[in-house]
T-cell receptor, first 115, second 117 residues
Framework: KQEVTQIPAALSVPEGENLVLNCSFT??????LQWFRQDPGKGLTSLLL?????REQTSGRLNASLDKSSGRSTLYIAASQPGDSATYLC??????????????FGSGTQLTVLP | GAGVSQSPRYKVAKRGQDVALRCDPI?????LFWYQQALGQGPEFLTY????????KSGLPSDRFFAERPEGSVSTLKIQRTQQEDSAVYLC???????????????FGEGSWLTVV
């Protein structure tokens, strides 16, 4: 059974700092990996998606990397802002179609960026 | 609507009461997922529909949980004889169909917050 772990569970940084969030998974046979953002009382918003054949994806100040063989992904946030404060969730998808498209999530990293 | 809509947003149920949670997916989306998110945890898969067919219900924690999507659009998650451990946020997500890449796009609702007292 796939297990996804995120470290740290919580992180507090001053505004402007660069930071890295970590995600590890036990079964390297994944179809893709996604990073989501969840604000309090809200649903999940997809930030970046990395296909299993890719090494990294970038969107603005966000960069996500994937090392499938070692079962690891990192989310790099540059020049953090108070508006980045949220919980960041990592999720892996097992397969291409049908129920294999379900996501297995980590427990998240709660990020607070202090002004 | 433009996104996935869930109702009620908040529900307080007495232990033993039955509850029904509704999900309106994005129009035309073939795939629909239900997830359960306990406080401080990531979402956990409950069940998956492709149109009206429930293809996977392996994540439903007990036979008190039942989900349906009779016409392939709106879905209802029903919990019978609620217990305190059922307290969680129930998230619905939908996704279009049409190939692997389009299937990557998944949209989550804001969830139904259930508290069992």
């Amino acid at each position: 059974k796939q297990e996804v772990t995120q470290i740290p569970a919580a992180l507090s940084v001053p505004e402007g700092e660069n930071l890295v969030l970590n995600c590890s998974f036990t079964d390297s046979a994944i179809y893709n990996l996604q990073w989501f953002r969840q604000d309090p009382g809200k649903g999940l918003t997809s930030l970046l998606l990395i296909q299993s054949s890719q090494r990294e994806q970038t969107s603005g100040r966000l960069n996500a990397s994937l090392d499938k063989s070692s079962g690891r992904s990192t989310l790099y946030i540059a020049a953090s802002q108070p508006g980045d404060s949220a919980t960041y969730l990592c999720a892996v998808r097992r397969g291409e179609s049908g129920s294999a498209r379900q996501l297995t999530f980590g427990s998240g990293t709660q990020l607070t960026v202090l002004p | 609507g433009a996104g996935v809509s869930q109702s009620p947003r908040y529900k307080v149920a007495k232990r033993g009461q039955d509850v029904a949670l509704r999900c309106d997916p994005i129009s035309g989306h073939v795939s629909l997922f239900w997830y359960q998110q306990a406080l401080g945890q990531g979402p956990e898969f409950l069940t998956y529909f492709q149109n009206e067919a429930q293809l996977d219900k392996s994540g439903l924690p007990s036979d008190r949980f039942f989900a349906e999507r009779p016409e392939g659009s709106v879905s209802t998650l029903k919990i019978q004889r609620t217990q305190q451990e059922d307290s969680a946020v129930y998230l619905c997500a939908s996704s279009p169909w049409g190939g692997p890449l389009s299937g990557n796009t998944i949209y989550f609702g804001e969830g139904s917050w259930l508290t069992v007292v």
